[in-house]
């Protein structure tokens, strides 16, 4: 079964720091640029970060940059959202994303990430 499954979201106080991890299952993961998106309440759904297929390549968000960096283990099939100097406007869900050609898409379920003291 193709999934994305991420972990790490919680609590943090503003200026923290936090860890998101997305496993891949299912397809060729080192073949796969990865994006992190995330929604916030009451907004839509945002792209954060992507990196490319063997990491050679990142971007990031505006609103981000200098604070997140995303990295990946094609080994372990993972990518990693490294998020600092976390801000309440960073509260959202989180979502690891990929997509393919042929409408090969697919999404995670989200980790929840609250920042607030």
């Known amino acids: 079964q193709v999934k994305l499954v991420e972990s790490g979201g919680d609590l943090v106080q503003p200026g923290g720091s936090l860890k998101l991890s997305c496993v891949a299952s299912?397809?060729?993961?080192?073949?796969?640029?990865i994006n992190w998106y995330r929604q916030a309440p009451g907004k839509e759904r945002e792209l954060v970060a992507t990196?490319?297929?063997?990491?050679?390549?990142?971007n990031f968000a505006d609103s981000v940059k200098g604070r997140f960096t995303i990295s990946r283990d094609n080994a372990q099939s993972m990518v990693y959202l490294q998020m600092n100097s976390l801000k309440p406007e960073d509260t959202a869900v989180y979502y690891c994303?990929?997509?393919?050609?042929?409408?090969?898409?697919?999404w995670g379920q989200g980790t929840l990430v609250t920042v607030s003291s």
């Open positions: 994303h990929t997509r393919g050609s042929k409408d090969f898409e697919v």
């Open positions: 299912g397809f060729t993961f080192r073949n796969y640029g």
């Open positions: 990196i490319t297929s063997f990491g050679t390549s990142t």
